[in-house]
């Protein structure tokens, strides 16, 4: 019966909209959250709004991958029709432009590892970090996270930390925020360039099943064991992603996709293709709200000295090297002042990580990027980043005053 309703129901809306949508095909914009890169967004979705555009003739449906900051840009410009993000993202969103909720995505399907359509945060360190055992020891330390408003990339993490008594921006060293793909956080991490990294859930175990990293060099903090849910996990759990429409969109359309997307059954090849389970209605966004509200409560005051980091993710998201990113920090309340000491400018107590003191040899071996990534086995990314560490912690403005500064170090 359920099945014949709907069908009824999107035979009808289907109609309305043919009615309402008579002469040239139009395009519908869908903007993706694209936090596994923009191929993966497209390859994943495309193929479910392919499925779907019969139920609104005349109209073609095409995936627009966008950063952060790029949904703010594309909503602001009405560049798009549709946004699906998470729910923090939504409702951030919602804010600043009018958005209609449609549907909700069910992640779960056999030969995944469950969720209860649900998602959170892990917060990892190396496994060989002794030094960071707790949430705790994160006190002084460096995190890598997506960006101050990721949601899975860091929000989710920042409220678990708020709430066991660490307030990220006070009480750690410094933030590192890198942008999507969530992959160079982990990659951050396993380098030894920041010492603990978070992302959003199921991300780890897909870089093992993928070969970018190996399960034992990571160790997970705050594990959390919920029934129902598989993946590794240190913080509460939110709802799944939320497909919405702005209003550009017809109510008949609206309805009529939402009808269609509810129908498609978890062996349809779009869904297959998408590694869901289906969709189904929204959820009550309670827990998002008071999550971003906890977050929201523990950011530090106009007052607070920090470095502002909305410049440098628009920029980030037109491809400023990592280097740029390493730039990009705030100090804690509690950490020490800058050293204006001669002796201590040169470098002499400067501490560095293994990876840290290779990539400082090579430099003052006067390799470039592209020789250190192919004698180290690692990508020239990572390498700007250690370089822009480097240079952040010598209070170097150039190779060569980094070598000069790191003199000491060079020669042990």
């Known amino acids: 019966m359920m099945r014949l309703a709907l069908a009824i ?46 139920a609104v003739p005349g109209a073609d449906f095409t995936v627009v991958p966008l950063s952060l900051d790029g949904v703010r840009s594309a909503l602001a410009r009405g560049e798009i029709d549709y946004l699906f993000t998470n729910p923090g993202h939504l409702y951030r ?3 600043q432009a009018r958005l209609f909720p449609m549907v909700s995505l069910r992640s779960d399907r056999e030969d995944v590892p469950q969720t209860g ?16 055992r707790t949430l705790a020891d994160l006190k002084g330390r460096r995190l890598a996270a997506i960006a101050p408003d990721a949601f899975g990339g860091f929000e989710v993490a920042a409220a678990t930390l708020v709430r066991n008594e660490i307030n990220p921006w006070r009480d750690l060293d410094s933030i590192v925020f890198l942008g999507f793909p969530h992959d160079g956080v982990i990659e951050a991490v396993v ?17 093992v099943n993928a070969g970018k990293v190996e399960a034992y060099q990571l160790r997970i903090l705050n594990p959390l064991r919920v029934p129902g849910f598989e993946p590794a996990l240190s913080t509460e759990l939110m709802p799944e992603w939320i497909l919405a429409s702005t209003a550009s969109v017809p109510e008949t359309e609206r309805r009529a ?3 269609a997307l509810l129908r498609l059954d978890g062996d349809h090849p779009a869904v297959e293709a998408g590694g869901y389970g289906g969709w189904t209605t929204v959820p009550s966004d309670v827990t998002v709200r008071t999550l971003l509200q906890t977050v929201d409560a523990a950011k530090p ?56 003191h290779e990539i400082l040899q090579l430099v003052g071996a006067g390799k470039t ?6 004698d180290l086995g690692i990508s020239p990314k ?31």
């Open 369 to 374: 990027t592209k020789e250190i990534a192919r």
């Open 117 to 132: 359509n649900r998602f959170g945060a892990v917060i990892f360190v190396r496994s060989d970090n002794e030094e960071i």
């Open 93 to 95: 969103m919602v804010e």
């Open 382 to 412: 990572t390498v700007e980043f250690h370089r822009g560490h480097l240079m952040r912690k010598y209070e170097a403005a150039n190779m060569a005053e980094l070598v000069r500064k790191a003199g000491g170090a060079l020669a042990a």
């Open 9 to 54: 129901l999107l035979a009808l809306a289907g109609c309305a909209v043919a009615a309402e949508g008579d002469g040239d095909r139009v395009t519908r914009k869908v903007g993706i959250l694209a936090y596994r890169g923009d191929e993966a967004a497209i390859a994943r979705w495309q193929p479910t709004f392919d499925a779907v555009e019969t």
């Open 191 to 207: 380098d030894g360039a920041v010492d603990a990294g978070t992302v959003r859930t199921g991300l780890l175990e897909a870089a």
């Open 257 to 259: 996709i939402a009808i």
């Open 301 to 356: 005051g106009e007052d607070t000295p920090m470095v502002a980091l909305s410049g440098f993710l628009a920029a980030a998201a037109g491809g400023v090297p990592i280097v740029i990113a390493m730039l990009i920090y705030w100090r804690g309340r509690h950490a020490s002042p800058v050293q204006t000491d001669p002796a201590q400018t040169a470098g002499a107590k400067v501490r560095l990580t293994p990876r840290e």
